[in-house]
């Protein structure tokens, strides 16, 4: 049973990505801010912290399938979220060998990863030809919003996520089966 935990709420979460903005109050949807949620890779990071050993690569494997579908549902370009999404979280996950997996470390890696994801999407679609927003704007008007309030996510449900995570973690390598 606990083997459909993450595909279930990081189903849940790609669903709530689409309608996050209808959530947020009017003011801050019709500002000249654009504020893209990135929850799934949110959830994706703290699995890899809390979640994954040294040896597991789960939460690449789920960067991969949800990626992909965030690349069928909400984009016309299949591969882009899925190959950065899965590469992120791996190096996510390489870093984490080398820290310690705490609140600091996960607000730190947190920021670097919303940060390479949301640059490396920006470049490909720019590469591609599928935005030509001039950097200055891209930096002030989306990047600086979406790390921030995907910040803001992250620790919203850091009470809720993390010491769960951590005990399913220590279970599996465990390999108790009890919740």
Known sequence: ????????????????????????????????????????????IYMTIFYDNDNTYHSVVYALLFGLLIDIVYTGVLGVYMFMYALIIYIIHGLKKILQGNFYVLLLLGAVGFLLVDLSIYFIYMVVGLTDMVWESYLTGRLLP?????????????????KRLARWGREQLTGSNSL
């Not at 279930?8 to 996050?20: H, K, M």
């Not at 995907?150 to 809720?160: A, D, E, G, M, T």
């Open 1 to 44: 049973m606990k083997r459909l935990y993450f595909p279930l709420i990081l189903f849940l979460l790609t669903i709530l990505e689409g309608v996050a903005l209808e959530l947020l109050p009017s003011d801050f949807v019709m500002s000249d801010m654009l504020m893209v949620p990135h929850w799934v890779f949110a959830f994706l």
């Open 146 to 162: 979406t790390v921030v309030s995907n910040l803001v996510f992250l620790l919203i449900i850091y009470p809720f996520v993390a």
